[in-house]
């Protein structure tokens, strides 16, 4: 009977999604632990630093299931959500306690939902895991309305500014929005890998945005992107 009853135990949890959280508050990693495995869809994983959390991520790929990292927003860059959403099994989530203008706009880059926790709305959370989890995108309305003045409506210099861009410029920050590396724009536009990272600093300078982030946010909600790509098509 012992037997029997651990075999239907391990069964009912090799069904349930996981959940791997890296948060560098302890007492919010727990409360997300506690929630979320209150709800019996999910088994939950935490860790307490990047390396660990690619290698459970790494072990969690080579299971074949789809799996949910939910990350601190301020603990990652653009370069680590590049990592984390290489595998093809990851659904990434960035949070923090309080809405956060970077993190927002890595989400948004690196195509991801976003939380904001100081809401303390758990819909918000059970949304965001089951809109991954079918592959889809939330971003909190809190944190949404929060930070909409800066991120979803740069103010026009800033529009005039990416218009005034030289051509070269344009093309170089487009293929950034569209999740190209430095080495991979270098080989389309025929620049060095350093050529295109100092390009890429000047056109953030010229915007009088802080970060690269900023900058691909404006070129997507500018719709930059899309123009560069009707041109590339006309051209071809």
Do not use: W
Not at 28 to 36: D, R
Not at 67 to 84: A, H, R, T, W, Y
Not at 116 to 123: F, K, R, T
Not at 212 to 232: D, R
């Amino acid at each position: 009977m012992n037997f029997n009853s651990k075999v239907v135990t391990f069964s009912q949890q090799s069904a349930l999604s996981t959940i791997l959280i890296f948060h560098s508050d302890k007492i919010i990693a727990q409360g997300l632990e506690t929630y979320l495995t209150s709800n019996t869809k999910y088994q939950v994983r935490t860790v307490n630093h990047y390396l660990k959390c690619l290698d459970s991520a790494n072990f969690l790929q080579q299971l074949g299931e789809i799996f949910v990292i939910l990350v601190e927003g301020k603990l990652v860059d653009s370069v680590k959500c590049e990592q984390l959403t290489k595998f093809e099994q990851a659904k990434l989530i960035l949070c923090d306690h309080r809405s956060n203008y970077n993190s927002l706009l890595l989400a948004l880059n690196c195509n991801s939902s976003y939380l904001s926790l100081e809401h303390n709305d758990p819909q918000n959370l059970s949304l965001a895991i089951e809109c991954a989890l079918m592959g889809s995108v939330f971003i909190c309305p809190q944190a949404k309305k929060q930070l909409s003045s800066c991120v979803f409506h740069p103010n026009l210099k800033q529009r005039q500014a990416l218009a005034q861009l030289e051509a070269i410029d344009q093309k170089i920050l487009a293929l950034a929005s569209q999740g190209h590396n430095h080495t991979q724009i270098g080989v389309i536009v025929n620049y060095s890998t350093l050529n295109v990272g100092y390009r890429l600093r000047g056109i953030v300078q010229k915007l009088n945005l802080q970060t690269k982030q900023e900058a691909i946010a404006l070129a997507i909600n500018s719709g930059l992107v899309q123009t560069i790509v009707e041109q590339t098509l006309q051209t071809a």
